[in-house]
């Protein structure tokens, strides 16, 4: 099948994440910025 099992020992509150979801997921957080500010100027007019 391919695939390989990890074992690391991180504290709970330790969020571990692969490579490629951690660029997704600051992906995500840079486009949310980008939309919250968006919506923020719209909203001052």
Do not use: Q, Y
């Amino acid at each position: 099948n391919g695939s390989v099992k990890l074992s690391i020992k991180a504290p709970k509150d330790v969020t571990i994440l692969r490579k490629e979801l951690k660029e997704e997921v600051t992906e995500e957080n840079k486009n949310a910025i980008i939309m919250d500010s968006s919506i923020l100027s719209k909203l001052k007019k």
